[in-house]
């Protein structure tokens, strides 16, 4: 499926009107993705709590297509909940790069934005955009659950705006660091 | 019911312990003993899981009462190895604050439960920092494995006698034991701006 979805743009470009049928398959495969966002739910500390509480019946995850995985082969979506810390950060590499792409990330919390409360202390990795690159950033100490669904809601709008002409990624795979350059083709 | 527990298990420690004594701190009002020498801890646990039923080591843990330390313009050695025998790091100095009393000691710590009668008792015990080495209590308490690796990994006390005395909490490669009052941090890989 992936060769074939990498080879189309240049199959349909070769055709008269074949803009047409990219557009709408871009727009067929963006909805597909965008409703059904599997994160690898990774719980690391406080956070953790706010996000299990987004899963269960209250807030009810469900119904955007956010369904938890147990395994980085299954997942779509990295949520790191939680404050990372050193001894973590080899794993969470480890994981980013067995999850199959098109893989986006989440940092949920102010650990995981930037270290947070913990940003002198010795063991913690100050913002997982050290280590890989991050989709979407999601503030608060904890965040709400709402402020989650929001994040959700933006990594959606952001998926709606992949194509197949620029490969598997919603923007330019980076090492590390924020992949949104939101001007891109917003 | 044993009927030793509870004040008869501090009299009965109290006796067999040379020079153990009732500990000034106590912690919150549970009974505490304050051991003499790191000798005594062996035979103090093993009269506690032995005869007064306290078959379970809650926890292994210390404080560092070196307090705010002034390194002297001295950076980074202030992490010191107690398992390579190098030269000591050059003397840090306590910078004395109101209240408490503060001293280069590490006060260790061992928790005791007695999970059928519901009771716990505390047991204390000072050593100096540069030379803090007890016997572990492994061989007592399969629990403390764990407890000791990371008393060791943080504090930098030496278990003579552990079977794998090795880090548990902190990576690889992070330098020290850093709740020792002196621990310098070095930049490492992550640290990187
Ligand atoms: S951001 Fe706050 S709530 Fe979230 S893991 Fe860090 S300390 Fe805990």
Redesign the pocket.
Known sequence: MGIILDKFPLIAKAIPGGQVVLTSTDYIIDLGRKYSLWPLTFG????AI?MMVAYAGRFDFDRFGVIPRPSPRQADLLLI???VTKKMAAPIVDIYHQMPEPRFVMAM????NCG??FYDSYSVVKGIDRIIPVDVYIP???PRPEALIYGVMELQKKIMRMKLERGGGATVQAEKGSRDPAGEDA | MNPLAGADAVARLLAAVPKAEIASSPVKDYPTIRLAAPADLLLAARLLKGDLGFMYLEMVTAVDWLGPVNLGGFVCGGNSNPLSRKPAAPPVSPVPGPGVSYRPMLDLLWSFGNLGENRKIFLRLELPRDRAEVPSLTSLFAAADWQEREAFDLFGIRFTGHPNLIKILTPDFLQGHPLRKDYVHAKDRYDEE
């Open positions: 690391l500390a406080c956070c706010e909940a939680g404050t919390g102010s650990c995981a947070g409360p608060g100490c904890p």
